[in-house]
């Protein structure tokens, strides 16, 4: 087994095996050559794996080829590692398939002891330099590989710099940097041997891959455990040798703006880690034309030679070594999503990418802060809990803890914050009036978070130090006691709280995004729909290019102020008084159809027929009196488990009155607005008989409307629903599978309770990756969205196909229903542009497949 590549032997095809960094600068030394990268090996991601799966034990063979590969290296450079006249010294970085900066662990200077200490003095004619490279080794190999606590080197730095009166690290001289060395020596028992640091510190940094912060880093950016870690030992080059010696960073564009000018920072007679660790404040990289021309040009073509050869803006880190420029890492710059954007619209524009390649360069789910207003990114705010980052967007007002005081304040122009324990189905006008949303707990698939989401509110969802005393009026935060009516901040793209009042930036959606968006309604073949119940909710998805509503939830409409009409209903004992409780929400509800369907101009909107269980429209009955019908009558309607008893189709055949007239009202408005497209969509089906009755009535109120434009189909949302799809194809003309219930009832999960009770420990145990609300479990349900499409197809060939649950808007999700013949997805408004990308990318993978 190869353990070990040489940086002249890989390439960034290599990537898997030799993790980002680690193929980047193979391919620099191939680009650039081998006289502008400093030599050295990549050991493998492999290796690490191995190492994980024996117990922290190197993989037979590894020793032996390190030892080989330093020995190549040592030839290349002309010295050798430990020579005490005149050492190799190494650098030992980690490098992961995906960038995880900071996350995982770096030793430099490697191979100096107090006899090599000496040889590089003489070599660089600088006794304090030689020194400080020790200090800075000694220093970082006992925090890194022995787990000395960074404090304490710190705190003797600081004794050192008090006792002779200087400020910066930088005014110790060679003694003081030679006395602090032995100091730290004396923290712990330091190894001279130059190989013996060399294999702890791989072993370091193998062993970073299972730290703390690594493995959070992984949880929130979806980077699988299995992967490990690839270790990079190069030939250290000195940015510290003198004033024409430094180190920077450079990106071959603006990285918060995407402008096609190089930025970065550097920092004359300076480590590379001081440019990045805000010890020492840099210089613009604009600077270094005047302080070194040659290198600036120099460094200026690379950039460009870089960006021409990835097809991607450039993140690169180099030293300058007496003179002479090194180049010591590049990759693809992370970058806002505004840069992202302006950098894919204006690499088109120069030639460099064509609009499929350009379309890939864009992170989909990044984009949310395009259409979201944002915390100020240069405000300094002190944060006093976090949460769930649930619905993106910042949000500031004060504070509520009710809906219905939601609603209240929107009236008096007050903007204000809901903040609840958790959240309900009435608390949905409390939603739309507030600025944003905060609970104590939930998830991102909880009720507050999927509301949120739908009206594009911000959402902190889950933070659990946050303790909510409606009661007392009161929210106590990690010692804070605050009261209705304070003032409270949330960021719901990062899941953080303040008290402070942060500068929101508003969202703009700018020609370039509009550009972009352009293209991939071009090159994408899945339509992209939007959920939204309200006349507001439809148009502004219309405004981010919905096609048309992909699901209207018709119960959203009969809450808040006619909850007591919709109770009535309910409640009605008799025929008479049920007609009577039903023609005073009609009007109402064809009302709520009309205004929609004019808002979409034309395009299709899937109704859904009512779906909640009963109870959700009743007061609880402990709120009224004792004996009386009314409580009698709700008690009847109580279910130990709701989401699972009367509600949907069931609704329909028990009561078929309701749906009867949400068909009505619907018919009705239809035919006030020219050219509606109706799709009536019964939800909860699991047998062919239900659908089959249903659509008996909706075609009858159809007949006596004489409409005639309009499709019937149901909501795919049970497993049987999916493995009888054949019969249920009979008498459907569209499916749309509901797959946040899809996946509750083929998972056994409930979709309010998994993310704060088993979630975490199901990631920790590798059980779970992810929640399989966020993103579509592909092995299980997606398999039955598969079965599911399939059959309804064998039965009707062009059976129309959508997806109407969250996983509509989530990227993963969208490339799997790519390739499983789904015509369309619907989600929130707010996703529509991110469904929009995705869906394009979905078309430019499958090609290069």
Known sequence: ??????????????????????????????????????????????????????????????????????????????????????????????????????????????????????????????????????????????????????????????????????????????????????????FYEFPSDPRAQLASAIRAVFDSWQGERAIAYRRINRIPDEWGTAVNVQQMVFGNLGEDSGSGVAFSRDELTGAPQPSGDFLPNAPGEDVVSGVRTPRDIRELRAWLPDVHAQLMDILRTLERH?????????????????????????????????????AVAEGLLDRSQAISTIDPSSLDALLHPTFDPSADYAVIATGVAASPGAAKGEIVLSAADAVSAAADGREVILVRSFTEADDVAGFHAARGILTSEGGKASHAALVARGMGRPAVTGAGEVQVDVQAGEVRVNGHVLRAGDRIAIDGSLGRITLEDVPLVEPQVSQQFQTVLGWCDELRSMGVRANADTPADAI????????????????HMFLGERQPLMAAVIMAEDGPTLTEAIEALRPLQEADFEQILQAVGGRPVTVRLLDPPLHEFLPHPSTLPEGSAARRRVEQLQESNPMLGTRGVRL??????????????????????????????????????????????????????????????????????????????????????????????????????????VLGRYIDVKILDRSPFETLDTPGVGQMVRMGAWLGRKTKPHLKLGVCGEHGGDPDSIDFLHHSGIDYVSCSPYRVPIARVAAAQAVIRAAVA
């Open 1 to 186: 087994m190869s353990w070990v590549v040489d940086f002249r032997d890989g390439s960034r095809e290599m990537r898997d095996l030799l993790g980002g960094k680690g193929a980047n600068v193979a391919e620099m030394t191939r680009v650039l050559g081998a006289e502008r990268v400093p030599g050295g090996f990549t050991i493998t991601t492999e290796a690490c794996v191995a190492y994980m799966r024996g117990d922290g034990a190197f993989p037979d063979g590894l020793d032996e080829q390190i030892a080989a590969a330093l020995d190549r290296l040592e030839s290349l450079a002309g010295r050798r590692l430990g020579d005490a006249s005149d050492p190799l010294l190494v650098s030992v970085r980690s490098g992961a398939r995906e960038s995880m900066p900071g996350m995982l662990d770096t030793v430099l200077n490697l191979g100096l002891n107090d006899e090599t200490v000496a040889g590089l003095s003489r070599r660089s004619g600088s006794e304090r330099f030689a020194w400080d490279s020790y200090r800075r080794f000694v220093q970082m190999y006992g925090n890194v590989v022995l787990g000395v606590p960074g404090e304490r080197f710190e705190q003797a730095i600081a004794a050192s710099k008090a006792e002779r009166g200087v400020i910066l690290d930088t005014e110790l001289d060679a003694e003081s940097l030679r006395e602090l060395t032995r100091e730290f020596q004396g």
């Open 540 to 555: 502004k998805a219309i405004e981010l290019g919905a096609e048309g509503i992909g699901l209207c939830r018709t119960e």
């Open 652 to 757: 329909g055949i028990l009561f078929p009155e309701l749906y009867e007239m949400q068909v009505r009202a619907l018919f009705a408005a239809a035919g006030r607005v020219a050219g509606a497209r109706i799709e009536v969509m019964v939800p909860l089906v699991a047998y062919e008989r239900e659908l089959e009755l249903m659509r008996a009535l909706i075609e009858r109120v159809a007949d006596e409307h004489s409409h005639r434009d309009y499709e019937i189909g149901t909501m795919i949302e049970l497993p049987r629903a999916c493995f009888q799809a054949d019969q249920i194809a009979r008498d459907a003309d569209f499916f749309s599978f509901g797959t946040n219930d899809l996946t509750q009832t083929a998972l056994g999960f409930s979709r309010d309770d998994i993310e704060g009770r």
């Open 310 to 346: 990835y097809g991607d803006m450039q993140d690169t880190e180099f030293t300058v070594q007496e003179g002479r420029l090194y180049m010591l890492q590049t990759r693809n710059a992370k970058r806002p999503a505004q840069a992202a954007v302006r950098f894919a619209v204006d």
